[in-house]
């Protein structure tokens, strides 16, 4: 006889710095021959930016627009990106030839230039693509944007794409500046079930917005002439179900009040924000007092959208039965994500069974797939881990079970959206007793 036993789980409204959310701050390097001490200048940046998990780099290649990165120029980069690589974040990252939006003086005469930039920088790019979240855009434009530049058909978005998704092997996200732009470079209208096997890369490639919720066309992000935003927000609905999204508020005004700005944000499928910008935007909802139910009731509105940036798993319910195979116990821990956007990358799940003296330890891989839980609109959706425990090979004993997540990316713990503070192996679901009829 085994006996097992589960625990009610209840949602918190604590704070989760999980890797591929949140909030971020921006930080500029400018790429010259210049000798830097990388290691020391970004410690210093960063030194006192303890709440965020997400960054913002702007990578500036203006002094190369004449030709090719010299060997000197691509060995800052690398120390460049080994020095962010200590510093515990995720990057998004940006490449631009301005900061000025004054493109057309700083942006490469020709496309091939910034073509042969990509090439150079596959090395690097790739050493760095497990702390790398997502590039934002394809190098041109006012601010890295995709606008104000010559590089404006859908044949040069297309060749830069090609080129960015082939020097980064598909290690990465990539992401473009609008709907349109998406649409020009795959050649899909319509984001279907199947839709990366029409496009190879387009299932990599996202959207950065930092024009959101600046007005009815979130700042040119939508071409009004062609579809709705309604229309917009539902064709980004269904992409960033598989890619992310993120950027930044903008402008006061009716679209970034409170409760409407939660309504996109969720249909978006936001991901992450700009902490700095704009500031009348967060200081209103700083203002605003959450009034729904449940755990978030009280919290005030610029808090509440941080919690719910990207995704934001907990645990719903624990179930302990017995296998179909004889002396094998299921475990099932079913899922749901609260967040405004999926985790796009599926958790390793472990489960642990460990005796309560703490000297012998049990794991089990779990099979299932987190990434199915889109949050937004469809938070109340569910999926279930499963784990085959074979106890005709465990001792007599009551032992504790608990349940883990990692990032395959960062290799950091995921925590979870529960009243439960995790312990050494993770979450404690539950315990289990082979052989015995005593009460646990």
Known sequence: MVRMEGY?????????????????????????????DYSRHVQELYLG?????????EINLQAYRKGEITGTGIGNMKSLFRALGQIGKQLIVRFVYDWDGENQKYEPETIDIILNHMDQMEGVLHEAAGWIFSLQGLWIGNWGEMNGTKYCSAGDWIRLAQKLYQVTAGLVFLGVRTPFQWREITGLCEVEKNFPDACPFAGRIGLYNDGMLGNESDYGTYRLQE????????????????????????????????????KDLATMHVSYLNTGH????????????????????GMDGYTYMERHLGYRLLIEKVD??????????????????????????????????????????????MKGDLCRLEGGNKSGKMATLQADVAIDRLEEVT?????????????????????????????????????????I
């Open 49 to 57: 930016d303890e709440s965020t998990r997400l960054s913002l780099v």
């Open 399 to 439: 032992y504790e079970v608990y349940f883990w997540l990692m990032d395959p990316n960062t290799g950091r713990q995921i925590l979870l959206a529960n009243e439960q503070a995790p312990a050494e192996c993770g979450y404690h679901i539950g315990n289990i007793r082979p052989g015995s009829q005593a009460a």
């Open 278 to 297: 704009d500031q009348k935007v967060l200081e209103k909802w700083k203002k605003v007092t959450y009034k729904g139910p449940g755990c978030f009731r």
């Open 8 to 36: 009610v789980f209840t949602e918190s409204a604590m704070e989760l710095q999980n890797p591929g959310r949140g909030f971020y701050q921006i930080y500029r390097f400018m790429i010259t021959d210049k000798a830097v």
């Open 320 to 365: 302990f039965g017995l296998h179909s195979r004889q002396g094998h116990v299921d475990v099932n821990v079913s899922m749901r994500n609260a967040g405004f956007a999926p985790i796009y990358t599926n958790p390793t799940a472990r489960l642990t069974l460990r005796n309560r003296e703490g000297n012998r330890y049990y794991f089990y891989k």
């Open 227 to 262: 579809k709705t935003r309604k229309e917009e927000l539902e064709f980004q609905e269904k992409l960033c179900r598989h890619v992310p999204n993120g950027g930044e508020v903008i402008c006061d005004n009716y679209y970034n009040d409170f409760e409407n700005a939660v």
